[in-house]
């Protein structure tokens, strides 16, 4: 069973530039989220995508962020004119579809290191 | 907004010794997850509890989830140096049932 997967592990960019992040979630499985997770800092939410659909964007900075997860292909977390404070793990994570929404496991993928010179 | 708080924050014990570790909030969660996370790895999913109240084992692992749904904790008998890692809980929130609120984690070291 292929479990999610990131592309690139790790990312090098400098101020300005855009970075494109990939995630494939697990076969079967119809839900992407996308996590950010800062230096000495926990986990935190981003968006969360169904096929075509941004569900909950709720976590997403206002600005130079955004994320798509199209019919044919991996989900895209893209950030445009990185900054410093970019720099960070972001994970993505997927989950079945459920009929039962208080039962929402998810499984991450090994995450894209981001480092914004 | 929706908070996990994780303790003790990080915990260095020798092999053969027990621990708990606790993840509590004022919110109740639909569900709480655990997840393991090694340095350079995402987390990886060890349990899901929902009932509250429910007790889940996992061979030296033994999670519980509180009556009120608002606290979890993980209790490990018998560490060993592979248990060493970061131990995240992650609530599911009730409201939309998608979005996972994480706690900062607790980072355990096990001494041979």
């Known amino acids: 069973n292929a479990g999610v997967m990131q592309n690139p592990r790790h990312l090098v960019r400098r101020r300005g530039q855009e970075a494109r992040l990939r995630c494939s979630p697990m076969k079967g499985h119809s839900h992407v989220y996308w996590y950010r997770q800062l230096p000495e800092e926990g986990l935190k939410f981003m968006v969360y995508?169904?096929?075509?659909?941004?569900?909950?964007e709720s976590g997403m900075p206002k600005e130079r962020f955004s994320a798509e997860f199209p019919k044919e292909g991996p989900s895209i977390l893209r950030i445009q004119q990185v900054v410093r404070g970019d720099s960070a793990a972001y994970f993505c994570a997927s989950s079945p579809p459920s009929p039962k929404r208080d039962y929402n496991e998810q499984f991450f993928g090994p995450g894209t290191r981001l480092t914004v010179l | 907004t929706q908070l996990l708080e994780q303790s003790p924050q990080f915990l260095s014990i020798q092999e053969g010794e027990n621990l708990t570790v606790y993840c509590n909030s004022s919110s109740v969660f639909s569900s709480l997850q655990w997840y393991r996370q090694e340095p350079g790895e995402g987390p990886v999913l060890l349990v899901t509890?929902?009932?509250?109240?429910e007790v889940k084992k996992l061979k030296r692992l033994t999670f519980q989830f509180g009556d009120a749904r608002k606290d979890s904790s993980l209790h490990i008998t018998a560490a060993q140096p592979g248990d060493t890692g970061l131990y995240l809980c992650a609530g599911a929130d009730e409201t939309s049932g998608s979005r996972l609120t994480f706690g900062e984690g607790t980072q355990l070291t096990v001494n041979p």
């Open positions: 509890v929902v009932t509250g109240g």
């Open positions: 995508l169904q096929k075509e659909n941004i569900i909950d």
